[in-house]
């Protein structure tokens, strides 16, 4: 993400000075704010990442953290295998970028920092929440078995010996 944070960061400097993109649908939008904004997301975002890499990070509430990276990586790791296929097609359209005022390295680099972000996340959020919640993981869940036998065979065995015991009790009433 620190790629993508510096990019933005020169592009907002870029739209205070009165540059950015003009033609189009940004001619009716403020390039600064809209890259300012992005460079405050982008900053949460690197934030996120340290907060789930680092021991400080378990002070915070983990709802504060859990939830925007499990909603982070449902978005960005779908995105994981669309970015080569993306950029294949786009590379033909890197000269006319260039014409437009951006460099043809801007748009594998900013696909490269999102793809590199989703993975620490896929990667980092398990791992906090294993390290955050120990028991968690040694802990049998409700669906794990504490004997060899599942519970259905114990109910199935359960009923036939209660049939054998009162078939043996109405025999050995008849018999006497």
């Known amino acids: 993400m620190l790629p ?3 990019i933005k960061i020169f592009w907002t400097v870029e739209g205070l000075r009165g540059g950015g993109l003009h033609g189009g649908a940004w001619s009716t939008l403020n390039w600064a704010a809209i ?4 460079v405050g997301m982008a900053g949460v975002a690197i934030l996120l990442g340290l907060a789930l890499g680092r021991r400080w990070g378990e002070r915070i509430p983990a709802w504060l953290l859990l939830l925007p990276a499990w909603i982070g990586m449902g978005f960005l790791v779908s995105m994981i295998p669309l970015l080569p296929a993306s950029l294949l097609p786009a590379r033909e359209d890197w000269e006319a970028t ?3 005022g951006l460099p043809s390295w801007e748009l594998p680099l900013i696909g490269l920092s999102f793809t590199g972000f989703a993975l620490g996340l896929a990667v980092a959020a398990p791992i906090y929440a294993r390290q955050r919640w120990p028991a968690a993981r040694s802990s049998p869940g409700p669906w794990a078995r504490t004997s060899p036998v599942s519970p259905i065979q114990t109910a199935v065995l359960a009923s036939s010996s209660r049939r054998v015991r009162s078939r043996t009790a109405c025999s050995s009433v008849r018999a006497s």
């Open 35 to 38: 890259n300012g904004m992005t």
């Open 98 to 100: 260039e014409s437009a």
């Open 4 to 6: 993508y944070f510096v």
